[in-house]
């Protein structure tokens, strides 16, 4: 499995009157260790974009487990279990400073030309790095 973790502050902002975690921003955590992934494997979306694919998101699942609240360091995860060829299917978890899953779920991800806007397989860059990352874990 390709695995990748990250970890932020929570952030004022990203909190309600109760000072917890508002619903809405573990899908952008979510984003945050998908991108980095990338970034951190030399294969960032921006080249990707600029190399003429696409990466849009398909569908988003996730599951909440116990509130993240103002103060706590938040990790978010990515974990990739197989080569993409049409789609990207990514496991992603949210913990906070103890080891506790705030919110666990998975993003479906397809890949789309930038010109046309058709379906394009995996990119080979990216079907590379993640064949070569299998292992990680």
């Known amino acids: 499995m390709m695995y990748f973790e990250t970890s932020f502050p929570v952030r004022y902002y990203e909190t309600d009157q109760m000072a917890v975690v508002h619903h809405s921003n573990y899908i952008r955590y979510f984003e945050i260790a998908r ?11 921006e080249q990707c974009e600029r190399e003429g694919v696409m990466i849009p998101i398909v569908s988003v699942k996730c599951k909440f487990h116990h509130p993240a609240r103002m103060g706590d360091t938040l990790t978010a995860v990515a974990m990739i279990d197989s080569v993409p060829m049409a789609k990207l299917v990514v496991r992603q978890a949210v913990l906070n400073q103890d080891g506790v899953v705030c919110a666990d779920g998975e993003t479906v991800l397809g890949f789309i030309d930038s010109k046309t806007f ?18 990680d874990r």
């Open 35 to 45: 991108n980095a992934m990338m970034a951190d494997g030399g294969f960032p979306i």
């Open 118 to 135: 058709r379906p394009v397989r995996c990119p080979a860059k990216l079907a590379s790095l993640i064949e070569n990352r299998l292992n």
